[in-house]
């Protein structure tokens, strides 16, 4: 096949030059990537004489070097040029690759990452200043109310003093638990990991909600998890679910190996509205429940969600005899 044929079809810029450095071809993906008008002849010219001439000024580096090292340079139109040379023979050859396409990517991800970044640390700040807002009022009121007498004379009065008392607990619980998400999303507060069966991790569940059943598929296994914050936030999540199914009726939790995840299931009453879960108005309710199982669920690497009408968790998986990542493993 004629090699002017071959490199007329490439998509990349390929210039060849004879051993003395006098250029013998050049595709028109080079002229293109370039910007140089279609069926602009270099044949016979000395390829360092591209140094001076436009639009091929900007990779002078590129035409005055005999290595084989690559070379990097901007075009106006925020485009961006790699090239190298290559021995064929007793031919070199430059290859030249538009890069401005991933260039673009690259840029918009590094813009991206800075504003989410960004839009992060005006969350931490924001909740930071809330909640010293709030946390300093809540503090003075609930230490005026617990110097009044538990009975003020007038049944009216004593019960309307006695529910502004539990209102204010229940703030004061409610700004704790956002401190706490807070702090997990943000990483200050550190979780202390450790290879856990993921059998034990959903025997602790059940201990702490007895009407649970509870049941592990798909063989043994276990996670790497902070068994603390985890177990808490399936607590939480599964007294979410307690509260729609109604009282004496058991709340099912089965957990499945799938591959190198598992899934762990709550399945939700067939009449029931998704946002019901997290709506409660007890001191313990359930409104930050989510948050809190997210935070600690995604610093596991894991996800919560609905899923098939299920509140469901997703966390990695280590098989019956992985080592925990990190360690030496067993001795061979």
Known sequence: MDAALLLGVVT??????DPGGRIIMANPALLTAFGAPAGTDLTGLDVAALATLDPFRPAGALWADDSERSHRWPLP???????????????????????????????????????????????????????????????????????????????????AVRGISRNLERLTAVTDEIVLISGIENGTIELTRQRVEMADLLGEVRAAHPGTRVTVTAGGGAVLADPVRLVGALIRLTAAVQAITGAGTPVELDATRLD???????????????????????????????????AIVGRHDGTVGIEENALTVRLPALSPSEPTPGSAGPAG
């Open 12 to 17: 990349t810029g390929v210039l060849v030059t």
């Open 77 to 159: 139109g925020d485009r961006l040029l790699q090239g190298a040379w290559h021995v064929v023979g007793e031919l070199r050859a430059a290859t030249i690759t538009d890069l401005s396409a991933d260039a673009r990517v690259r840029r918009r991800l590094r813009e991206h990452n800075r504003a989410l970044a960004e839009l992060v640390a005006t969350k931490t700040e924001l909740v930071s200043a809330l909640l010293h807002e709030l946390r300093t009022p809540l503090a003075a009121a609930r230490s005026m109310a617990e110097f009044l007498p538990e009975d003020l004379g007038d049944a009216l009065t004593t019960d």
């Open 260 to 294: 190198d995840q598992w899934r762990i299931s709550l399945p939700l009453p067939q009449d029931s509205a998704a946002d019901q879960l997290f709506t409660s108005t007890g001191r313990r309710g359930n409104a930050t429940a989510l948050m809190l199982a997210r």
